[in-house]
Structures are given as structure tokens and as C-alpha cells.
């Protein structure tokens, strides 16, 4: 177990992306001025974005899309702990948690002097009646191979309808400008990059097999336009593309009511025949999260554009738990670690305030594979305020995809700082 040695203590609450990240750009920033733990309920990173490629392409995501955590960490003198936290005291600085290798575990408690929450978010499919028995989505290794092996061994031809339901986002980003008259916007769906790029791989999928194409695909979303937040020309571009293929598309659907064996009803009325049922659920904090005094009205944690809490200067929070994060994307987690890195690397004396107070100006960016050996690129802050929408598309974006995951995994996933410029110059420049 992790010992106090006198150090000032830094407790991350969660290890996939926004967590890895922010622990190791902590410990590059304060070098050894600080203690730095861990906490999460699995000993691996999950990378999320590849599960659709293996799903696709007949492999189980369980044997690709995992990275041991333990490892990694103790090579930079971070501390694990493999537990499930269940909950924070604020005034206290103390985290309770539960060993998670095995069942039946007691308490603990872990004190900080300084907590980054990046818990992410849990994904509400609890919410959606008869998801359980006849949804399916590709958003985690399980879920990834049920659908892998449905689509393989079952699928009997019919409709695929693939969407998000309704993203219930809190207050606690509003009036954050993050460019000059812009601001964090709201949004009705947490992140349908993932949407867009499943459905473009299924349609690749049942033309190689022979059982239909495109048309045999509905996609939907509850807001007026689907990946609303990569920029109005860039959807434009996007939809003009997906209809010349012959993909359907319902907008406006409000909200998923229910799933049945044949279809999904829709909250404005509607019901969308299918057979197989993709979706992309709501985004929700962890109900210990709820009700603390750095949550805004949903559960997300409230901080400013420096990702650090207005009333508690010793919280911060990064990735999808943070209120600032919308869309739910891990580009934004990425750019939101950097800051909290440099933001403590300036408490500990270790970083001048003029680099690390730099506020988050959140660009998405967002590659996704279309099947064939081709990929999407999106690149744009416009719905930030911003000026930049940048579509690509063909094999250069999907090298980019796949490439980034081997980098990711032989760097400990340590992204350099010119990573994703040098990848924007590449799919932008190709």
C-alpha cells in the first residue's frame, strides 16, 4: 500500500485516459515534489476508440484494447491502488475507497492535499428500458465481442439502427468563454463521433458480406443535427456524403423511450424498425459525485478553464467528469491534462505562471474509421467560437488511427507534446 513519506499527496481518481495522462504530466511538471496515487476499479487502460475496428473486422477487442496500468505508473514512481472509490469528503480531503480485486473488501480511506477527479462518466444503459436484452454497442470489451459474435453467428439481415440518446449536461460550464464571444455550448447528445463512425464500418461490413449496404442503416440522433459540435460545414459535408451513399437519417428524436426485439421508440412518437440496435447512451456522473459541494446540478465537477474548482482551488477534475468537457471526448481530456500539470507544477514553485496559465481552448478532434482502410479527420473549435472546421477523408486518417493506438501502447501512453499537431499536419496536409 501506498505510505505517507511527507510529501504533499496528489490522489487521481481514475486511470483510463484523462487519468493516466494527468498523473504522468503531473509527475513530469513537480518531478519529486509530490507523492502521486492512482485510484481506479480496473488495473488496465481501456482504449475505447479501436473496439468498433476489432468488432468489424471479426477480432475480439478483449485480446487488443487493454494496457496494464501497474507498470506504467511505477516506472514514473506512481502509486495504484486497484479500488473502487465510493466517496469524497471535501472539507476533510479524505477519499474512501473499496479494494476491488475481490468481492466482500472493506473500507479504506485515502487523505490528499490536492484530488484530480477523473473518474469519467457512467454510461447510462441501466436507464434505457430493454437495452439489456436487445441493445448492443461498442463502447467496452464485453459489449464490444456480444456484438462481434451477434453479427457473426446471428445477424439475419434485417434493419441496424445506430444513435445516441438524450445527454443530460449540468450547469456547471456555463458562461465559460473559452474564445473571445464564444463559449461551452449545450448539447443534447455527449459524443456521436462514434455514431458516425460505426455507422459508415457497418455498411462496410454487410457489402463485404453481402448483405446489403448503407441503405440497410438508419442513423439518428436526439438533437437537430448529429456531431453538432464538429462544426455545421463539416456535418454538412458529412450528410451530403452519407445520403449520395444511401444511409437513412432521423434527427430530432428527443430521446430513446424504450428497445424492443424489432425496434426502438423514440420520445418524439416515432418508432424505427431494427433488428440490431447501436447506441450510445447518456453520459452520467457516479452517484457519489452527486450533491458534493465542486458538482454543479447533474453531478459533473465544476472548474474554470484552468480545470481547477472556483470554491476549491485544491480540486480539479479532467475527461468526461469534468462539466467543462462537452462533448465527451478524449481529445479535450488530453488537452485538459496538460493544463492541470502545469496548474500544480505552478503551486509547487516548479512551473512560471505565465506557461501554465494558459486556459483550455477545446478543439475536437476526432478520427474515425469509415471501413475499406479509410478514415475520417475531423478538426474544428467552431462550435467553441472558434474559426477552424477541417474535414478529411481516405487512407492517410485511417494510418493515423490504427498507427496511434501502437504508439500509444509502446509509449506508455505518453502522447508527446507534438503528437497531435504532427498527426493534423499529416491528415490535413495530405
Known sequence: MPHYDGRPHVLILGGNFA?????????????????????????????????????????????????????????????????????VDIAARNVTFRPAERGGAEDHVEHYDYVIFALGARLAYDRIEGFAEHGHTVSDLYHGEKLRRYLNTRYAGGPIAIGSARFHQGDGADGLEPYPGGSIPRALAACEGPPVEVMMSMATWLKDRKLGGPENVTVFTPAPMIAEDAGEDVVKQLLTLATKMGFNY???????????????????????????????????????????????????????????NPDHPEVFACGDC???????????????????????????????????????????????????????????????????????????????????????????????????DAAALIAEGH
Not at 35 to 64: C, G, M, Q, W
Not at 357 to 373: A, F, N, R, S, T
Request: aromatic letters at 10%; hydrophobic letters at 45%; a neutral charge.
Open 19 to 87: 487519468g493516466l495522462a494527468c498523473a504522468q504530466k503531473v509527475r513530469q511538471y513537480l518531478g519529486g515534489k509530490a507523492r502521486i496515487t492512482v485510484i481506479d476499479r480496473k488495473s488496465y487502460l481501456l482504449f475505447i476508440p479501436n473496439i468498433p475496428a476489432d468488432v468489424f473486422e471479426d477480432r475480439n477487442p478483449a485480446l487488443h484494447q487493454r494496457m496494464d496500468l501497474v507498470p506504467i505508473l511505477a516506472k514514473d514512481d506512481i502509486d495504484f491502488i486497484h479500488g473502487e472509490v465510493t466517496a
Open 250 to 308: 432521423w434527427n430530432n428524436t428527443q430521446d430513446i423511450t424504450r428497445l424492443t426485439a424489432d425496434a426502438i421508440e423514440f420520445a418524439d412518437g416515432r418508432t424505427l424498425p431494427a433488428e440490431v440496435k447501436i447506441i450510445f447512451p447518456d453520459w452520467v456522473p457516479h452517484d457519489f459525485v452527486k450533491g458534493l459541494p465542486v458538482s454543479d446540478s447533474e453531478g459533473f465537477i465544476k472548474t474554470d478553464l484552468l480545470m481547477r
Open 322 to 420: 469534468a462539466a467543462v468537457t462537452v462533448p465527451k471526448l478524449g481529445a479535450i481530456g488530453h488537452q485538459q491534462s496538460d493544463i492541470i500539470g502545469l496548474q500544480l507544477g505552478k503551486i509547487f514553485g516548479a512551473v512560471e505562471a505565465e506557461k501554465a496559465d494558459v486556459p483550455l481552448k477545446p478543439e475536437v478532434l476526432c478520427i474515425g474509421d469509415m471501413g475499406d482502410g479509410k478514415a475520417f479527420w475531423i478538426h474544428s473549435n467552431s462550435w467553441f467560437g472558434g474559426d477552424r472546421q477541417i474535414l478529411k477523408m481516405g487512407r492517410v486518417p485511417y494510418f493515423l488511427k490504427m498507427r496511434y493506438r501502437d504508439m500509444f501502447f509502446a509509449a506508455d501512453g505518453k502522447v508527446p507534446a507534438w503528437g497531435l
